[in-house]
């Protein structure tokens, strides 16, 4: 049944309703240094756009450049940042001003209210009252549109601060012009990095001014320096329209000046907007939920939104129409894709697996990106932004490239890409270096060499995070094991699925925990279960000691059998949120979030135990996973500043609750298999790539029938605790029927049970 005011049509939504309008790109930017609700910023784009923009409220150079109970703003910038920890790069803003020319971000900076603040995907919209200017800005891929209504002034100007580490402007007043170039960036470019701008104005200017970087105004047209700025001046009626078509490039003006004619051209602002609104609103209609519950509608769509930002396209279209992109690698421009601004330490967990399964064929271009990166660079990116960048750990790269091509994705080069996945697994040498020459460790494998002679990373050798490595390297030991058996390569297949079992080198039976482990085959000791860091990663034992997806039942065997691994699995939700924290020296964000949601040891604000949840549906408890599913929705999600649960990252934990809501999620990676969970909408109406319709249907669900008590798929009654990705791609209707208490029967046997390396013949 349709809920009250919903017209029956569309999957049940109302007719005319916009599903983008649901989006609320604010939440999760109640967040800052020691509290993470997300970590966000309201990014205006479209999907996987090359530049975002976004409202200013902090300094430059600051990560959190928007946070939600900041009273000021001092410009709307382009940003490329993908998360605050890891800062922004090629950022330019753009403010408005009347008075006096103020061009520090302290004097410009304007009070505003969210009262009169307008935040949705495809555009924003403020009221600077300190200048009684409304500022708007709507965005294509690679280029911009900007409208500032002014009051009745003779000194109205428009700001561009072209910010800091080298910058450039350059007015041209009879093409009401301004370009230039900004270089900021926060690691990870080669020398000769650039984003050339070109700013196109539709009113003459009055006056025009540059400042240098000693912040001195001249009369100047042009301004090269460390930090530059131009601002150019207007005389305004109440009410009057000032616009702006803003491009860039990494490549040169002369591209940044073909982006704006691609992609803007005589658009008006109107049409701009429009067309951002619909690229957004085509995506969303592939997924499209009717339910009486608004709430979960909005933050279905706002966790949507935050999933299709990233990875950011970083290639353009050059004169003849051919794809080129600018390398953060090498520096040089080569044919082809290129995306960037993603750590695979989140997002291989189900970001990629939703782009393999709804978005193959962006998914085939993505990868021909990392084949690019590799040619260019020599390795694979595990967080690049835009180039590689030393942070997080593990080989993850491995498990999105092969659980791509096993869900048969295609359009790359896969050999490529299983050459740099060998050579990941291989050594360490000749591993990239940053800016300042040292090592970028994060990329390859750190500690390889000991992985591959002893089977783990040992503790004492002055690596650290060795536990969590060990048992990451063993994840993608078995992603590249299925790649090597699905391209004919039968003897490495059977050397990396050995090594997929390293993982129970680690597991201690006494304490019934991962462990770290020196290299004579001593456990490290003392050894604190709780202790967050030191052999593991942002988290502790009981975080980590559940990342074996790819061989739960080989797991479970190791902590008893299936009714000890549920205890065990119970034990987090019950064991106090008790932390040592002595390794960091203080508390961490992610220890504080997980402290304060009253879930024990669960600590769903950071990636390594979000799957943890789906495990009880290989060990015969089903119904835990569903209790536990919604739960964590209802309670951890909401479309709000403080709306997530910890840092967002790229869209990993938008993915989560994604994947969750529709009623499945993948946990082992390259096997194509989705855990059920307990879906939280009445009705879901999925577009599948093939365009074939996926209908999910929850009879009876509500906030407390939240137990499945029969499945079925096209009619036939479901008795396993997953779908494969065949099933789902094929479409039909997927009928969950739910109610207020479990049943311990459905999918409780162990041949319900999805995949395990240590139990392959019951699949």
């Known amino acids: 049944m349709p809920g009250a005011g919903e017209a029956q049509g569309g999957g049940g939504r109302a007719k005319s309703e916009a599903l983008v309008d649901l989006a609320n790109p604010l939440m999760g930017t109640d967040s800052n240094y020691a509290l993470?609700?997300?970590?966000?910023?309201?990014?205006?784009?479209?999907p996987w756009g090359m530049n975002f923009w976004t409202p200013v409220t902090g300094k430059m150079g600051n990560g959190w450049g928007y946070t939600y109970d900041d009273t000021k703003i001092s410009g709307i910038k382009q940003t490329h940042q993908a998360s605050p920890w890891m800062n922004d790069y090629a950022a330019f803003e753009l403010m408005a001003v009347t008075g006096p020319v103020r061009i520090r971000q302290d004097e410009?900076?304007?009070?505003?209210?969210h009262k009169a603040e307008e935040s949705r995907p495809y555009k924003y919209k403020v009221y600077l009252a300190d200048h009684d200017v409304t500022a708007e800005v709507a965005p294509t891929n690679r280029a911009a549109q900007f409208r500032f209504t002014f009051p009745e002034s003779d000194d109205a100007h428009i700001v561009l601060d072209a910010y800091n580490e080298g910058s450039m402007v350059n007015i041209d007043p009879a093409r009401r012009r301004i370009t230039g170039y900004a270089r900021n960036n926060s690691g990870g470019v080669p020398a000769n990095f650039h984003n050339y701008f070109v700013l196109e104005f539709d009113h003459d200017f009055t006056v025009t001014r540059t400042w240098d970087q000693?912040?001195?105004?001249?009369?100047?047209?042009?301004?090269?320096?460390?930090?530059?700025?131009?601002?150019?001046?207007?005389?305004?009626?109440?009410?009057?329209?000032?616009?702006?078509?803003?491009?860039?490039?990494?490549?040169s003006l002369e591209q940044a000046e073909r982006n704006l004619a691609q992609e803007i051209g005589r658009d008006s602002y109107a049409q701009t907007e429009a067309k951002a609104k619909q690229a957004w609103e085509t995506e969303f209609q592939r997924i499209q939920v009717s339910d009486p519950d608004q709430d979960n509608r909005r933050t279905f769509y706002s966790a949507l939104y935050r999933m299709l930002l990233f990875p950011r396209m970083f290639h353009e279209t050059d004169a003849q129409g051919r794809m080129v992109h600018y390398s953060p690698y090498d520096g040089k421009v080569h044919p082809g894709p290129m995306f960037t601004d993603n750590g695979f330490w989140d997002t291989w967990r189900s970001v990629f697996p939703f782009f393999a399964l709804a978005y193959p064929e962006l998914d085939g271009q993505i990868m021909q990106g990392l084949a690019n990166t590799y040619k260019e660079s020599g390795w694979l990116p595990e967080w690049a932004s835009p180039g590689h960048r030393n942070v997080?750990?593990?080989?993850?790269?491995?498990?999105?490239?092969?659980?791509a091509y096993l869900n048969g994705v295609r359009g790359f080069d896969v050999e490529t890409l299983y050459e740099a996945?060998?050579?990941?697994a291989t050594t360490s040498e000749g591993r990239p270096t940053d800016e300042r020459g040292r090592v970028v460790n994060a990329v390859g494998r750190e500690g390889v060499e000991y992985y591959n002679r002893l089977g783990y990373v040992p503790y004492d050798v002055g690596i650290n995070e060795n536990a969590a490595r060990t048992l990451e390297y063993a994840t993608a030991d078995f992603s590249l094991s299925r790649l090597a058996a699905a391209l004919g390569k039968t003897e490495d297949a059977k050397k990396y699925a050995a090594q997929a079992q390293n993982y129970r080198k680690l597991y201690d039976s006494q304490s019934g925990w991962m462990r770290g482990r020196n290299q004579d085959g001593s456990w490290a000791t003392p050894f604190n279960p709780l202790k967050w860091g030191d052999a593991f990663t942002e988290g502790n034992s009981l975080h980590y000691s559940w990342s074996v997806m790819q061989d739960v039942q080989g797991l479970a065997d190791l902590m008893g059998g299936d009714k000890a691994f549920v205890d065990r699995l119970d034990s987090i939700f019950t064991t106090p949120p008790l932390f040592d924290e002595s390794y960091y020296g203080q508390v961490i964000h992610e220890i504080r979030e997980m402290q304060i949601v009253d879930m024990g040891q669960y600590a769903h604000g950071n990636q390594p135990i979000q799957h943890m949840i789906?495990?009880?549906?290989?060990?015969?408890?089903?119904?835990?996973?569903?209790?536990?599913?919604?739960?964590v929705m209802k309670k951890l999600y909401a479309a709000t500043p403080d709306g997530y649960p910890g840092d967002e990252d790229n869209g990993q934990t938008s993915a989560w609750y994604v994947f969750s809501a529709l009623g499945f999620y993948p946990v082992t990676p390259a096997v194509g298999q989705y855990a059920i969970g307990s879906p939280l909408f009445r009705t879901v109406r999925m577009t599948m790539p093939s365009g074939k319709i996926l209908t999910i249907e929850a009879q009876n669900n509500s906030p407390e029938n939240i137990y499945i008590q029969s499945v079925t798929l096209n009619g036939r009654p479901h008795e396993k605790t997953w779908f494969s990705r065949e099933q789902l791609q094929q479409g039909g209707t997927l009928r969950f029927v739910m109610g207020p208490k479990p049943n311990t029967k459905w999918a409780s046997g162990k041949a319900a049970a999805p995949f395990s390396m240590s139990a392959p013949a019951t699949r």
């Open 614 to 631: 789906y495990l009880y549906d290989w060990a015969g408890a089903p119904w835990k996973t569903q209790y536990h599913v919604r739960d």
């Open 36 to 46: 993470s609700y997300g970590n966000t910023y309201p990014a205006v784009a479209v």
């Open 214 to 251: 000693n912040w001195q105004l001249r009369d100047d047209l042009k301004s090269e320096g460390g930090h530059v700025g131009a601002a150019v001046s207007f005389k305004t009626k109440k009410g009057e329209q000032i616009g702006v078509k803003v491009a860039s490039s990494f490549i």
């Open 108 to 113: 410009r900076a304007s009070w505003y209210s």
């Open 392 to 403: 997080m750990i593990g080989s993850n790269s491995a498990n999105i490239i092969a659980d």
């Open 421 to 424: 996945m060998v050579k990941n």
